[in-house]
């Protein structure tokens, strides 16, 4: 009795599957892979804006100057480069008076080529949108710190790429 021999040769009707289905996945793996790098970056400027937010939101708090706080922050920013497309907006926020409680800003100074944006604070004389704050007690002065980065992913996947990513990636401290 002979056994039948095993042939690792594919059938003569089977030699073109292989890379058909590379032709149908490749595509799809490599959309899947850019998007994935894509959000990485994005997540990473995220935390850069958000240290750096923090850190210059620190600084003016203890007394810096803004232009110093600025200075500072271009020089360490890394990959979101603040001096060519970024801007930081920075606020001072105290009572409206001694009898209102209210916050208010009182001084308001934007740095950087970005300024055309508009603070989500608020603007200069105006009540401070300051989260889950809806009164300041007295002689308490509330500096907060903006950052606004505009972010292109490098895999323009068209409108869903569009959809998915922000165009501006965007930090606050308060101090």
């Not at 996945?25 to 750096?52: E, H, N």
């Not at 922050?73 to 970024?86: F, K, M, S």
């Not at 920075?90 to 409680?101: Q, Y």
Request: net charge positive.
């Amino acid at each position: 009795m002979t056994t039948p021999r095993l042939t690792t040769r594919p059938r003569r009707s089977e030699r073109g599957v292989a890379m058909a289905e590379l032709a149908i996945l490749l595509p799809i793996v490599l959309t899947t892979l850019l998007a994935v790098i894509d959000f990485g970056r994005m997540i990473y400027c995220y935390q850069v804006t958000t240290d750096l937010t923090r850190e210059a939101a620190n600084l003016v708090s203890r007394g810096s100057s803004v232009t110093d706080v600025w200075n500072s922050a271009t020089l360490a920013d890394g990959p979101i480069q603040l001096d060519d497309q970024g801007s930081m907006v920075v606020s001072v926020v105290r009572r409206r008076s001694s009898t209102d409680a209210t916050p208010w800003i009182f001084e308001q100074t934007k740095n950087g080529p970005m300024l055309s944006v508009t603070s989500k604070v608020g603007s200069l004389n105006q009540k401070a949108k300051i989260p889950h704050v809806t009164s300041l007690a007295a002689g308490v002065t509330v500096t907060t710190v903006e950052m606004y980065h505009p972010f292109a992913p490098i895999f323009a996947g068209g409108k869903i790429a569009l959809a998915i990513y922000p165009t501006v990636i965007y930090g606050v401290a308060f101090f």
